[in-house]
């Protein structure tokens, strides 16, 4: 069964740091997306890409993000200087269509990165 | 402001105790209503897609309905393997989600 692989499962960081975090989202999919989970709280969207743009970003989605797909393969979240409130459970997902003109269906999900800012 | 607002926040059932899950919104252009699992440590896992009111779904132990203001997600004979959080999430253009029902089924 096609599934979203994410690397690293954990990082621990010092703050200030740059991190980059890795999706191999699945193949056949267009649209990609990164959620972040807070411990406790709820699964918070951060933002969508398509044709290589952001689409739509959330609040939380400041200049210190940045997201890229480098190659045709791997999707990437980077944090450039971290915050300890940046310590979280970060999922990436997919989907075939985007939710602009309908509905998405279903959003594969990763098992998620934890990032621990120290 | 879109709001997707989950009840309870935790239930314990004992097995083989039904019960129901609660998610009630208020958005504008509802694209879709889903229901996720979520166990610890873990990413969402896809259970349901609710479009339009009167909607019925189910899947084993389990069946979710919506209307227009709500959704239930309902929980037929329960076991311990059920024990997760259900999040529900709504679809308004980007999907955004409760906090979720945290459940414990004990044996």
């Known amino acids: 069964e096609p599934e979203v692989t994410q690397t690293p499962s954990h990082q621990v960081t010092q703050m200030g740091q740059e991190v980059i975090l890795r999706c191999v989202p699945i193949?056949?999919?267009?649209?990609f997306y990164w959620y972040r989970q807070i411990l406790g709280q709820k699964v918070e969207f951060l933002v969508s890409?398509?044709?290589?743009?952001?689409?739509?970003k959330s609040e939380i989605f400041d200049d210190q993000f940045s997201v890229e797909r480098p190659d045709g393969s791997n999707f990437t979240l980077k944090i450039r200087s971290t915050k300890l409130e940046d310590s979280a459970m970060y999922f990436c997902a997919s989907s075939e269509r985007s939710g602009e003109w309908g509905n998405t269906g279903e959003l594969f999900f990763g098992e998620g990165s934890r990032l621990t800012v120290l | 402001e879109d709001q997707v607002t989950q009840s309870p926040e935790a239930l314990r059932l004992q097995e083989g105790e039904s019960s129901s899950l609660n998610c009630s919104y208020t958005v504008s252009g509802l694209r879709g209503l889903f229901w996720y699992r979520q166990d610890p440590g873990k990413g969402p896992e896809f259970l349901f897609t609710l479009y339009s009111a009167g909607e019925e779904k189910e899947k084993e132990r389990l069946k979710a309905t919506l209307t227009k203001k709500e959704s239930f997600l309902h929980i037929t004979a329960p076991k311990p393997e059920d024990s997760a959080t259900y999040l529900c999430a709504v679809q308004v253009g980007v999907m955004r989600f409760g906090a979720g029902t945290r459940l414990t089924v004990k044996p």
């Open positions: 890409f398509y044709n290589n743009e952001i689409s739509e």
């Open positions: 193949s056949n999919h267009l649209y």
